[in-house]
């Protein structure tokens, strides 16, 4: 089984800056891709930021530009820089990773529970 938890979130101010961390961690064999998603109102979670395990990254059009996304792959660990930020990034962070585990064919994807980011005006 795997684990993902976000860390990192908080309240910060228009214009400030955060970093998010996702860990994974079990029986891990490999983690191809990691991504960010982020749920404030509407039914579906919005696509953030993505990086596969060779580090091509994808960036949500809105983020662009302020956002970047890297990993630690020894770790098992996706990180989300947030710079530049405004109130309407304030959103409950969600961690996504494709994960194949040790002594299993096939991958599958495995979400945190997230962590809340709040801007203020």
């Known amino acids: 089984q795997v684990q993902v938890v976000e860390s990192g979130g908080g309240l910060v101010q228009t214009g400030g800056s955060l970093r998010l961390s996702c860990a994974a961690s079990?029986?891990?064999?490999?983690?191809?891709?990691m991504a960010w998603y982020r749920q404030s109102i509407g039914p579906q979670p919005e696509l953030v930021a993505s990086?596969?395990?060779?580090?091509?990254?994808d960036y949500g059009v809105s983020v662009k530009e302020r956002f970047t996304i890297f990993r630690d792959n020894a770790k098992n660990t996706a990180y989300l820089q947030m710079n530049s930020l405004k109130p309407e990034d304030t959103a409950v962070y969600l961690c996504?990773?494709?994960?194949?585990?040790?002594?299993?064919?096939?991958?599958?994807?495995?979400w945190g529970k997230g962590t809340p980011v709040t801007v203020s005006s």
């Open positions: 079990g029986n891990i064999a490999s983690i191809n891709t």
């Open positions: 996504n990773c494709v994960v194949k585990e040790v002594g299993y064919t096939g991958s599958y994807s495995c």
């Open positions: 990086i596969t395990s060779s580090g091509i990254t």
